[in-house]
């Protein structure tokens, strides 16, 4: 399994991901009132920590959890919870990040749709959204 392709949330190419699948009950991220007004996220917007929501589409089937960490000096790491099909495993990545007119890119050949709104990202590809918010620093 591709773990940049898991971890950029199964969304840019959601075939990457194991086709083992939970039931909604058994998930990790649940269903939550989502903020609205959305523009597009700018540079600035994905500076912090955050940890997911909600995740749908075919990425919702095996990611139970995805947690980001953005530096303003364009570097990322990231964690996810992804069942396999046998048992749940952390797979994690870091490296460099873009963003240029509300697309972000993890790596060249994959990016995905990046919008915000009062304190959540929402990530948008081919494989499913995700919505993370941000987290608080103690």
């Known amino acids: 399994m591709d773990r940049r392709a898991a971890l950029l949330l199964a969304l840019a190419a959601g075939g ?8 909604a009950d058994r998930r990790a991220v649940h ?4 903020p609205s007004g959305w523009r597009p996220a700018l540079p600035a917007d994905l500076e912090g920590i955050y940890e997911s929501i909600r995740v749908e589409g075919e990425a919702g089937a095996s ?3 995805i947690e980001y ?8 790491t990231a964690a996810a919870l992804v069942f396999d099909g046998t048992r749940p495993a952390f797979q994690t990545l870091s490296g460099a990040w873009t963003l240029s007119d ?22 948008e590809g081919e494989g499913g959204t995700v919505v993370l918010r941000r987290m608080a620093l103690p």
Not at 16 to 23: G, M, N, Q
Not at 69 to 76: A, C, E, H, K, N
């Open 31 to 34: 269903e939550a009132a989502l």
């Open 69 to 76: 960490q953005f530096s303003g000096d364009g570097g990322y």
């Open 63 to 65: 990611l139970w959890r």
């Open 16 to 23: 990457c991901i194991a086709p083992s699948v939970l039931e």
């Open 102 to 123: 509300g697309i972000v890119r993890l790596s060249e050949e994959e990016a995905v749709r990046a919008s915000v709104c009062e304190g959540h990202l929402r990530l």
